[in-house]
């Protein structure tokens, strides 16, 4: 059984990873309470990368962290995420987050600045994303309910030379924010709050800004550019 910690704080550090295929800024699970801000972290690899990686996260707050990630096949800024256990049949679920005030750019060929997933009453408001690759999601919401996203800024530019990703959780379909059930559907994906967010998107065909997989999501008020 894992035992949550609680109350870490990991502030104030420049954390710079390089590896031939797998390399992380920070990976923090099992928490709760926890503070992640003010951190820069940079990462180079050819292969998969993670700014900052979490799982089984309650009532903590990603705060004005800036993420560079470069030269990548699957690159992600931040993922926080719950999951299935497949000996028990138990979800675990992400909830109470706070995804703010972050930086975030990465260039890569598939890549999901934020991805959540398996998740409930998460904020992700007023980051600033910016991606260059073949396939790329700003902002992704996978088997998630009753978050807001809110005043992001996101700038996507998906060349699509190559196919999306279909491996991940959430595929790798250009969007600026996506909100969609995952592969392993624990959840729905309904009941969410798009607002107030500007979206500039650039691939060779029609992309959407925003692409929500139902109508029960609350999409107002927000700024878009896409072809």
């Not at 099992?30 to 998969?48: D, G």
């Not at 009453?121 to 991606?131: G, H």
């Amino acid at each position: 059984e894992e035992i949550p910690v609680n109350n870490v704080q990991i502030t104030n550090n420049k954390i710079h990873t390089e590896a031939k295929k797998y390399a992380y800024g920070l990976i923090i699970n099992h928490a709760e309470n926890a503070l992640i801000e003010n951190n820069t972290i940079t990462t180079n690899t050819t292969y998969y990368a993670a700014g900052i990686q979490s799982t089984s996260i309650t009532n903590s707050t990603y705060n004005k962290n800036t993420i560079q990630i470069n030269g990548t096949e699957l690159s992600y800024g931040i993922i926080v995420n719950g999951f299935l256990d497949y000996t028990t049949g138990q979800v675990n679920i992400v909830e109470n987050n706070q995804i703010i005030n972050n930086n975030i750019n990465i260039n890569s060929n598939n890549a999901w600045a934020i991805e959540v997933y398996i998740s409930e009453d998460n904020n992700i408001e007023n980051n600033t994303i910016t991606i260059i690759g073949q396939n790329t999601v700003g902002i992704g919401l996978g088997d998630s309910e009753r978050s807001i996203v809110s005043h992001n800024t996101i700038n996507i530019t998906s060349n699509m030379e190559i196919p999306e990703n279909n491996g991940d959780t959430i595929t790798s379909y250009p969007a600026g924010i996506k909100i969609c059930p995952t592969k392993l559907k624990v959840k729905a994906a309904n009941n969410n709050t798009i607002t107030y967010n500007n979206i500039t998107v650039n691939a060779p065909k029609q992309v959407p800004a925003i692409n929500s997989s139902t109508n029960s999501n609350k999409i107002t008020e927000n700024y878009l550019i896409s072809p």
